[in-house]
C-alpha cells in the first residue's frame, strides 16, 4: 500500500481518489478549503493554502506521503524538485509539474524546443506589454493569464478597446501571485479536440479515443466521445502529444488539447493530469476512465489497451446563484432516463456558474453522437441547485 498526497481536491480529485481506493491505496487529501469533494472520500486530510512553501513543506514532512499527485495549478510546485530529492514520487514528476502550472514554459517547451504547430504568441507583464502584444499577435486573439484553471481570466480580444478590459479580467482570474499573460493569435479552427494521453513506467504511451468539447465563460459545458476527427489529423496529433510528455518526463495520464483546423492541427494546451472533458468516460466510454487510467499509471500498474466501448456524452450541471449548503431538486426525472447517469461532486458552497455536477448519457459504438449530447444536455438541465 502506498500513501499519496492529492494536492487540489475537487472533483476530478475525488474520483481519482475512489479509484486508487478501490486499488487498496491510502490518501492524504489537501485543498484550500474543508470539506472539498475528494476530502470526503480520503482517509486524511488537510487545509491550507498550497501557495505556502512552508506550509507544503511542513504537511509533506508530517504525513511522509510515497507520491504526490498535484491535481490544481496554485502550487508552489517548485518545492517538487526537493521532495524528489527525498524518494518521494511527483505525479507526472517535478518537472512536468513546473512547466504546465506555467504556461510560457509548457507553451516554449512545445513551440521553440520542440518545434509543434502552435498559435503565434506573446507575453506581456503589464497594459502596456499588452497593448504591444496585441499589435505583433493581431486582432482577433485570446489573452490568458500564465496561470489559471478552468478558462478563468480567459477573453477574447475583438477590437483595441478591449485590451484594458482583458488585462483586467486576467489580473482577476490569475491563480497565485503571477501577473503575465500570454496573448495568443486567433485560430481560425473548426473544433477542438482533447487527447488524453497516458504515459507508463514500463508500457507504451497510448492514446485514449479523442474527446471533443463546447465551452462558455472559458470553461467547458458538455464534452462528447469520440469527436470526429481525420484519421491523418489524429496520427498527428498522438505525434505530438508523444512529443510533449516525453520530454516533460513521468507516469500518468495528461490531457492534452488541439485545434483542428483546415491547415492541420495545432497544439493548445496541456495538463499533467485527469482532464474536466474527459467526466465523459465516467459513461464507461471506455474499458477503463480516465481516472481508472490515472490511477494505474501512477502505481506503476500495467494498462495494456484502451478500447472504445461506448458513445457518451457529458454536460455539467452548474450552480445559478451563491449558496452554501446546496440541496438538488430533479433529480428522479433525471434518473428517469435510461443509458445516462449523474453524478453529484459534493461541493459544500455555490456560486454562480461553478460545476455541481455532471449529467452523462451513451449508447452502443456508432450511435449518433449528437442525440447522446443532446441527452446529456437534457438531463442536465432537470437538475437543479437550490
Known amino acids: ?64 506521503p510515497d507520491i504526490i499527485v498535484p491535481e490544481i495549478e496554485a502550487i508552489r510546485t517548485e518545492q517538487f524538485y526537493g521532495y524528489e530529492k527525498q524518494g518521494i514520487k511527483v505525479v507526472p514528476s517535478a518537472k512536468a509539474a513546473n512547466f504546465t502550472m506555467n504556461r510560457k ?11 509543434l504547430k502552435t498559435a503565434k504568441y506573446e507575453y506581456a507583464n503589464s497594459l502596456d506589454e499588452l497593448i504591444a502584444a496585441v499589435g505583433i499577435v493581431g486582432i482577433p486573439c485570446v489573452v490568458k493569464p500564465l496561470m489559471s484553471s478552468s478558462g478563468k481570466g480567459q477573453s477574447v480580444i475583438k477590437n483595441k478597446y478591449d485590451i484594458i478590459k482583458a488585462w483586467e479580467y486576467a489580473q482577476a482570474g490569475k491563480r497565485g501571485d503571477y501577473t503575465e499573460v500570454i496573448a495568443e493569435a486567433f485560430v481560425k479552427f473548426n473544433s477542438e479536440i482533447t487527447l488524453l494521453t497516458v504515459t507508463q513506467k514500463n508500457g507504451d504511451t497510448l492514446f485514449c479515443p479523442p474527446i471533443g468539447h463546447r465551452q462558455e465563460r472559458g470553461d467547458y459545458q458538455e464534452s462528447w466521445q469520440p469527436a470526429e476527427i481525420n484519421p491523418e489529423h489524429l496520427k498527428e496529433a498522438q505525434t ?147
Not at 105 to 115: M, Q, S, T, V, W
Not at 262 to 286: I, K, N
Not at 289 to 311: D, K, M, N, Q, W
Open 1 to 64: 500500500m502506498k500513501k499519496i498526497m492529492l494536492l487540489g481536491s475537487g472533483e476530478l480529485g475525488k474520483e481519482f481518489v475512489i479509484a486508487v481506493k478501490r486499488l487498496g491505496q491510502y490518501v492524504v487529501a489537501v485543498d484550500s478549503y474543508n470539506d472539498a469533494p475528494a476530502q470526503q472520500v480520503a482517509d486524511e486530510r488537510e487545509v491550507i493554502n498550497m501557495l505556502d512553501a512552508e506550509e507544503l513543506d511542513r504537511i509533506v514532512a508530517k504525513h511522509k
Open 105 to 115: 514554459a509548457i507553451r516554449d517547451l512545445a513551440a521553440k524546443e520542440l518545434n
Open 240 to 386: 505530438m502529444a508523444a512529443q510533449v510528455t516525453k520530454a516533460l518526463t513521468g507516469e500518468g495520464i495528461w490531457g492534452v488539447e488541439f485545434f483542428l483546423a483546415d491547415d492541420g492541427v495545432y497544439f493548445s494546451e496541456l495538463s499533467p493530469r485527469p482532464h474536466d472533458t474527459g467526466m465523459v468516460t465516467l459513461a464507461g466510454t471506455q474499458n477503463f476512465s480516465e481516472f481508472e487510467l490515472h490511477a494505474r499509471a501512477v502505481l506503476g500498474l500495467p494498462i495494456t489497451e484502451i478500447t472504445l466501448e461506448r458513445v457518451g456524452a457529458s454536460a455539467v450541471i452548474l450552480a445559478e446563484k451563491d449558496g452554501t449548503a446546496p440541496t438538488y431538486s430533479g433529480l428522479e426525472d433525471a434518473m428517469n432516463n435510461k443509458q445516462s447517469d449523474v453524478r453529484i461532486f459534493g461541493k459544500p458552497v455555490a456560486r454562480r456558474y461553478r460545476r455541481m455536477g455532471v449529467a452523462l448519457a451513451y449508447d452502443v459504438v456508432g450511435s449518433d453522437v449528437e442525440k447522446v449530447k443532446e441527452r446529456a444536455m437534457e438531463i442536465a438541465g432537470m437538475v437543479k441547485v437550490e
